[in-house]
């Protein structure tokens, strides 16, 4: 099992910018971001592979980016244009697969975050 800590979550106001790390206690193929309001189903949001391989929800794209850095087994988020529909818990998940990230189903992924917080004001 993988450990995944997320930080970086925070309030901000619509148009702002917000940064999300995870690290992962070891190595992960696929990660990807996942977020959560409460009563609605948890989606996802974007992934990404050890290739750099992405894949993002259409409701982030242009706005948010993935990125990771494979010598510390960590993800970012980088949120920028932030809108009040972005408030969520965000969640770092890490992939079950070892060699294949193809999808944001949440059923791809066992290993998941605490989560983080992340409040955008209108």
């Known amino acids: 099992q993988v450990q995944l800590v997320e930080s970086g979550g925070g309030s901000v106001q619509s148009g702002g910018s917000l940064r999300l790390s995870c690290a992962a206690s070891k190595y992960v193929y696929c990660m990807g971001w996942f977020r959560q309001v409460p009563g609605k189903e948890r989606e996802g949001v974007a992934i990404?592979?050890?290739?750099?391989?992405?894949k993002y929800a259409d409701s982030v794209k242009g706005r948010f980016i993935i990125s990771r850095d494979n010598a510390k087994n960590t993800i970012y988020l980088q949120m920028d244009n932030l809108k009040p529909e972005d408030t969520a818990m965000y969640y770092c998940?890490?992939?079950?697969?070892?060699?294949?990230?193809?999808?944001?189903?949440?059923?791809?992924?066992?290993?998941w975050g605490q989560g983080t917080q992340v409040t955008v004001s209108s």
């Open positions: 998940a890490g992939g079950l697969s070892s060699w294949w990230c193809g999808t944001l189903s949440r059923e791809d992924f066992t290993d």
């Open positions: 990404i592979s050890r290739d750099d391989g992405s």
